[in-house]
């Protein structure tokens, strides 16, 4: 079993950044990709960005890209997403999501291709 814990959320302005962590505790060795997913009042939860095992392979979509970086740290476990120039649309729950299985260079963009699931960190861009 892996559990995941976010952090790093918050209220900031339009144009602000933060930076979300994401740290994985339990069965770590068997994590390989790992994503950020957002859900927003009222819809549906989205893809943010993803990264592979090796860290060499990641993506994004096409609304944050240019704007957010993943970055993970397999000697601790944590995945982090850092947001630049956030908008008002960039308001959602944030949550971190692993896969447990694939290759070390694989990545995954959709929902239920992840197996493990944080609870989720706000993020509120308002002025």
């Known amino acids: 079993q892996v559990l995941l814990e976010e952090s790093g959320g918050g209220l900031v302005q339009p144009g602000g950044s933060l930076r979300l962590s994401c740290v994985a505790s339990g069965r770590t060795f068997s994590i390989y990709a790992m994503g950020w997913f957002r859900q927003a009042p009222g819809k549906e939860r989205e893809f943010v960005a993803a990264i592979s095992r090796s860290g060499g392979n990641t993506k994004y979509a096409d609304s944050v890209k240019g704007r957010f970086t993943i970055s993970r740290d397999n000697a601790k476990n944590s995945v982090n997403l850092e947001m630049n120039s956030l908008e008002p649309e960039d308001t959602a729950v944030y949550f971190c999501?692993?896969?447990?299985?694939?290759?070390?260079?694989?990545?995954?963009?959709?929902?239920?291709?992840?197996?493990?699931w944080g609870q989720g960190t706000q993020v509120i861009v308002s002025s």
């Open positions: 999501a692993a896969r447990l299985s694939g290759f070390s260079t694989s990545i995954a963009t959709t929902e239920e291709r992840f197996d493990s």
